[in-house]
DNA sequence: TCTTCATTTCCGGCGGCGGCGAAGCACCGC
DNA sequence: GCGGTGCTTCGCCGCCGCCGGAAATGAAGA
């Protein structure tokens, strides 16, 4: 097969609204069923099982078997990063079109494990004026400083530094400038979950990707990073 | 149109084998013409200019009329990112399969405007382990000691800091990690080619992108930013 | 003005891919 | 063991999108 032809078949692949709208909703960064998937793009379980298949088999998503269910997932970073790039594009063609949660997107949302919208590009922002984060060959590190601060939060160190990479950017599509990503940038997000600084919203598809800051939420960025979000929302 | 379907419709755009040869011609950098275009793909010319209408109008190819010729270029920076990290998606899936060129364009080659493949991942390591770049909200700035020293080189930064991105980071398909973008990387490598410290391999198509460090190349990128290459080649 | 050439527009043809339902398979709970 | 449930395989249909050729357009050159 020649190159343009790949090309050409790994953007195939998420060129089926059905599919697309799978990967949306995989982009949240839970795993989720084969029947979920299928109810979440409108068509029906065959049509769904076909759509997975050719997914898994293109490397875009990964799959467990358990019992009687199978739970589907974005494959890796490189996958969602991609993913969160190509959203770029289509945004960039339309710009005026508004959708619902439009607005919500923009400001919160998760990248498959990791915070985005303005909210992870003001934390990026954050950490590396704060002197959490200094570049490195292939994305960042952390300091000594940046450790402590990072350790006295919360953050799960040991299990960021297990990532396969610890820290690098990922294209925002709405910010059209990077966020962290990586595992540290997982960590952070997971953390942010549990102590109940960020709190999802309900929905299915898309909605399943958005976040908003909770107050005591909002203390803790502007303390411990120096991020301010204005408070406006859709 | 709901946002699954903008998202699939974005990546048709890629999808087609046809317009992603043109894609891949048009990634060297250089504008070409429709005619050009069409030979290129291997299709006739009234099928090009349907694929090339399509590729303007979703914003990915931009057009320049002179005369009689039509010539088309990637939109923007963005786009060829985009490209760029898909390449990487089609690589990973398969990653035994060897095409011509394969193993020289992991090598050297150009993206879009700018350097990458191994040669632009350790660009991009030289110039920020000496110190010419540091962090910046949204990627990389100059230091004093970095401008003197790209002046001293012949780097045009007046012209690089007129781009709308400085310098940013471009994920690399071949290496998966980022090489440096942006109007500083779009400078330095109008530099390499005009002052023959790289040079362009003949072809067409995706051949079009090779590039390859001349004796005098080596030498400059060895002692102004510590980049040594292996000399291995396809 | 007439010719030439690059490009576009229109058209008919065709292949491929996405769609569903029915049947088959695997696993769980009773 | 037996039904219920989640998922896959199979077969078939309909449609969208890609294709090249012929004719039209528009600009350059004689």
Redo the contacts with the bound molecule.
Sequence with gaps: MTTPARLASAA?LI?????AAMLQALMAGEAL????L?RS??????????????LTDGGLVA?H???????FRIASEDVAAILESLMGLAEATRPARRWPHGEALHAARTCWDHLAGRLGVALHEGLVSRGVLRPAPGGWETTAAGDALLERLGVDLDAARRARRFACDCMDWSERRPHLGGGLARAICTLYLARGWVRRQPGEGLARRLVAPTPEGSRVLREAFGVRLDAEAA
């Design positions: 195939a060129a089926d609204p059905a599919r069923t084969a029947g979920e299928a793009a409108g068509i029906a379980p065959s049509t769904a099982s076909a759509h997975l298949a050719a799959v078997a358990q019992g009687r269910h199978r739970w």
